[in-house]
């Protein structure tokens, strides 16, 4: 006991260096008064610092219990709170406020995304603060620890800003809700219909098929076409000398018709609608006829209303105009206007001729 008082050297460890020594020189025979001695320094050292390991035991335990019953808690008031958002968002669907915002199905999409963004914020700020709080119950210096982290992480924000602008565009593009699978926006750099959001990247399809990546962190305005309610606007251009009354009868009736007709009357989200004049001309007039439609469905409702716009006008009469001048009626040909006019120099006693032709010499005068 004197000996490893003197050296320093803990009763545990001189007794398995004390073991090895013997093991790897030639075995000698261990008294008995020996065995007792290291037996009861063991248990000596044993004794002073066996307070101290539960101590320590009792405070990580302590620690991981107290982080996993916090993360549960916040977990479920996250995603009771995303419950309630779907359930406020099924009890407007279906309404006439419902139909100006975006479906129920997307916002139950969207509020899932943010539920499991928030979700991994706290799962990651609980369980972190957790693991530095066991690393000083196991008395681990956390200030060089800490310090790296910084430095590291100054160095990793200096690098990878642009990767940080994307992420947190992502975030608040999701959580304002500015667009969602299936829409059709303009990013600006690219349009199309969106196929995928990221929290970094967005994928739209474009009009020929292609499919462009864009970065969040690059999207400075974005034009959502899918959202609310689309504006078909069709004109029609006619005779000047065209009946106003009956050509607003007219388009009166094929808006009746079409308001009737499958599946029209649930892609018009108002009547159709004739603004009046836009434009008056000598020889044409223009009519703008406007009306709302469903998001997406304003190019499909603005042919129909042209095909149908087209034969009433045909039955009724009434002639469509507009684009290339339209050719001259025919006229019987004069046979003589391909003929050239007859020359002066025809008649010999016209005064051209008469000028033209040489003078005659003098008579000889008789002197």
């Known amino acids: 006991m004197v000996s490893h008082r003197k050296l320093e050297v803990p009763p545990v460890t001189a007794f398995w260096s004390s073991a090895l ?8 025979p261990v008294t008995l008064d020996e065995a007792a001695k290291r037996a009861e320094s063991a248990a000596g050292w044993v004794e002073e610092n066996w307070s101290t390991w539960l101590n320590t035991g009792l405070r990580i335990t302590l620690i991981l219990i107290v982080a996993l019953v916090l993360r549960m808690l916040v977990r479920r008031a996250l995603t009771k709170l995303i419950a309630r958002m779907n359930r406020s968002a099924q009890a407007v669907e ?32 609980i369980l972190g603060t957790a693991g530095l709080m066991i690393l000083g119950a196991f008395q681990i210096d956390l200030a060089p620890l800490l310090a790296s982290a910084g430095v590291a992480g100054v160095a990793i924000g200096f690098g990878a800003r642009n990767l940080v602008t994307d992420f947190l565009s992502g975030v608040f593009m999701i959580m304002e ?20 959001v990221g929290l970094r990247v967005t994928k739209l399809r474009g009009d020929n098929g292609e499919i462009w990546y864009v970065r969040n962190g690059e999207i400075k305005r974005i034009g959502n076409l899918s959202q609310g309610w689309a504006t078909a606007a069709v004109d029609v251009t006619v005779r000047s000398s ?14 009746d018709d079409l308001a009737k007709a499958e599946p029209w009357n649930e892609q018009l989200w108002g009547p159709l609608e004739t603004l009046g004049l836009t434009e008056v001309l000598l020889d044409s007039m223009t009519f703008r006829v406007s009306a709302k439609t469903m998001p997406g469905k304003a190019l499909g ?10 034969r009433a006008f045909d039955e009724a009469g009434i002639r469509i105009v507009g684009g290339l001048p339209q050719p001259a009626e025919e006229s019987v040909p004069d046979p003589t206007a391909g003929m050239a006019a007859p020359s002066a120099f025809s008649s010999a006693v016209s005064p051209q001729s008469m000028a033209a032709s040489p003078i005659p010499p003098p008579a000889n005068l008789s002197k």
């Open 21 to 28: 020594l013997d093991a790897d020189a030639s075995p000698a």
């Open 94 to 125: 279906g309404t006439a406020l419902g139909g100006l915002l975006v479906n129920a199905e997307r916002r139950r999409q969207r509020s899932e995304a943010i539920g499991s963004v928030l979700r991994s914020i706290a799962s990651f700020l």
């Open 177 to 196: 809700d500015q667009y969602g699978v299936g829409d059709s926006i303009d990013a600006g750099v690219a349009s199309g219909e969106v196929i995928e």
């Open 242 to 255: 065209e009946d106003l009354d009956h050509v607003k009868a007219v388009i009166g009736e094929v808006a």
């Open 301 to 310: 409702v603005e042919r129909e209303v042209r095909w149908r716009i087209k």
